[in-house]
């Protein structure tokens, strides 16, 4: 048991959180406005856009414009998902200095999320990553399904590690894994990492999980015990899960702060300031606050 | 690290839970079949009923009917709380056969709740302890803030630990711990758990974690490792938070039994059977249903 004395948030609620919102389409000033808040609030990584075809996901249909709008405040990485060669020259066009492929650990969800099998989507990042590298820009890659899939139920570690190594061997700097549908548990989290481990250094992988059967902060607890030090999380739990109509996706940035930090863990992060924009967000959206330690914390600063 | 193998749940929904639910008085029947149900579901205890006066807690004003109405099924623990002699003389006309006594680990919070000092709270259950013995009833000790207190903020593990001593040598056979305001942490609820386990053997300890800042089940699997085997919980996280409005009080058992089943830690109990249960309760009330579990699920069986 080492925890890390220092961990680092990657904020997602601007992309993977708000991609997942249902409603109308949310206002570009909304979107820059969050991930303005968020970095004033000291997160330092901030997932802001997804260079992709607006036919397949219409909320992210302004990445470009989002990119443009933000503060480029000096020591914070805000970066984009790219799924394709186009959307990787979109994201170079828009100056963005960081970008994330994906790849699932489940042949099914593969096949049915993305229409091809794992090793044939690792094949399509082989450019996006050569021309990413030609100019300069790192490269994240996120693993989905790493303890359980809709489809096929329970997925080995093995593979999970696999694909993670697949994904690092390309050129990816880091490996997100990602609980996409929360079945997670803290002894399947700390088997699936410890395989992860072998084939990737503990400083390269990030713990992606998400909240619908409210695991999260458990499997986070049991993770950081052996010594991860990246933590994906949304405001206010931002995003839903597509896999149950009205559950929890995303944990929420907040409950991973209070975690943290009575855990004497360092994220630089001011916990009230991402509470007070958790409160704004969910208010412009109309929806209700999925984190229990804003509802806990209440409003203040507004 | 020692996990147990098997975790008794103590299912505190019918007591701890529906007396901080607000709104109208829930009618006796609603309350037997909620007990019913959840015997019905393999859950070994229940604290079913509060023999306080109504004029302090309206909602359990029918202990003595509930008492009566409930199925007595073979195996199950039924237990009533029993704040002085006078609900003690209640709890024994009713049949009941164990009940609990409480004491703060907060010098503040007993002056601001019971309105005298932990020591005469103690003094004030001799002649409780003494009857129930000479009854042949079994006494559990609740002890509340263990890991902060609304008035004096932290508490200091050694004085959880001598408040749980001193409820043991009075006679109780267990001491249930209660994060009552849900701020704790891992950490802090490890080294309160050890503190208190120099005084108390573990298998006489129970936890009884809020979720009110989200960390109770990652409190929970702190102190599973540390060998606590028996966790007071509340189906459909039945009951609020006193101390801050609109937000999470006790544990969902759905989600702690998903949990527990994750670990490989067995239970007895049906955790669909439960979750059934508290979607039905949560319609009986008009209730949002707080078990993310629950949520994930769905429902079947009905």
Same mark, same amino acid.
């Given at each position: 048991?080492?925890?890390?004395?220092?961990?680092?948030?990657?904020?997602? &609620?601007? %992309?993977?959180?708000?991609?997942?919102?249902?409603?109308?389409?949310?206002?570009?000033?909304?979107?820059?406005?969050?991930?303005?808040?968020?970095?004033?609030?000291?997160?330092?990584?901030?997932?802001?856009?997804?260079?992709?075809?607006?036919?397949?996901?219409?909320?992210?249909?302004?990445?470009?414009?989002?990119?443009?709008?933000?503060?480029?405040?000096?020591? $914070?990485?805000?970066?984009?998902?790219?799924?394709?060669? @186009?959307?990787?020259?979109?994201?170079?066009?828009?100056?963005?200095?960081?970008?994330?492929?994906?790849?699932?650990?489940?042949?099914?969800?593969?096949?049915?999320?993305?229409?091809?099998?794992?090793?044939?989507?690792?094949? %399509?990042?082989?450019?996006?990553?050569?021309?990413?590298?030609?100019?300069?820009?790192? $490269?994240?890659?996120?693993?989905? =399904?790493?303890?359980?899939?809709?489809?096929?139920? +329970?997925?080995?570690?093995?593979?999970?590690?696999?694909?993670?190594?697949?994904?690092?061997?390309?050129?990816?700097?880091? $490996?997100?894994?990602?609980? =996409?549908?929360?079945?997670?548990?803290?002894?399947?989290?700390?088997?699936?990492?410890?395989?992860?481990?072998?084939?990737?250094?503990? +400083?390269?992988?990030?713990?992606?999980?998400?909240?619908?059967?409210?695991?999260?902060?458990?499997?986070?607890?049991?993770?950081?015990?052996?010594?991860?030090? $990246?933590?994906?999380?949304?405001?206010?739990?931002?995003?839903?899960?597509?896999?149950?109509? &009205?559950?929890?996706?995303?944990?929420?940035?907040? +409950?991973?702060?209070?975690?943290?930090? &009575?855990?004497?863990?360092? =994220?630089?992060?001011?916990?009230?300031?991402?509470?007070?924009? &958790?409160?704004?967000? =969910?208010?412009?959206?109309?929806?209700?606050?999925?984190? @229990?330690?804003?509802?806990?914390?209440?409003?203040?600063?507004?």
């Amino acid at each position: 048991m080492s925890f890390p004395q220092q961990v680092r948030i990657v904020e997602v &609620g601007p %992309r993977d959180g708000l991609q997942n919102e249902p409603g109308p389409i949310i206002p570009t000033e909304t979107k820059v406005e969050l991930i303005n808040r968020l970095a004033n609030a000291g997160v330092s990584h901030i997932e802001a856009a997804s260079f992709v075809s607006p036919k397949w996901v219409p909320q992210m249909g302004d990445a470009a414009a989002v990119m443009a709008g933000i503060d480029r405040r000096s020591g $914070v990485t805000y970066s984009a998902l790219t799924p394709n060669l @186009k959307g990787l020259e979109g994201a170079i066009a828009a100056n963005t200095p960081e970008v994330a492929v994906f790849a699932a650990a489940s042949e099914a969800f593969s096949q049915k999320n993305i229409n091809c099998s794992i090793a044939e989507s690792l094949e %399509r990042f082989v450019p996006v990553m050569e021309q990413a590298q030609a100019a300069g820009i790192r $490269v994240r890659g996120y693993v989905s =399904t790493v303890l359980g899939c809709p489809y096929a139920g +329970d997925i080995a570690p093995a593979q999970v590690a696999a694909v993670s190594r697949a994904l690092m061997d390309m050129g990816c700097y880091e $490996v997100s894994l990602g609980d =996409t549908i929360g079945k997670g548990t803290p002894l399947k989290a700390k088997q699936m990492l410890e395989a992860v481990a072998k084939e990737v250094p503990m +400083d390269r992988i990030a713990a992606h999980f998400h909240d619908t059967y409210g695991q999260a902060l458990a499997n986070l607890y049991a993770v950081l015990e052996e010594g991860v030090s $990246v933590i994906d999380s949304s405001t206010a739990g931002l995003g839903g899960c597509p896999y149950a109509k &009205g559950a929890s996706g995303n944990v929420a940035t907040e +409950d991973v702060l209070y975690l943290l930090e &009575g855990l004497g863990i360092k =994220t630089g992060i001011n916990l009230q300031a991402v509470v007070d924009t &958790g409160h704004w967000i =969910t208010r412009e959206l109309g929806r209700h606050n999925g984190s @229990k330690v804003a509802q806990a914390l209440g409003e203040c600063n507004q």
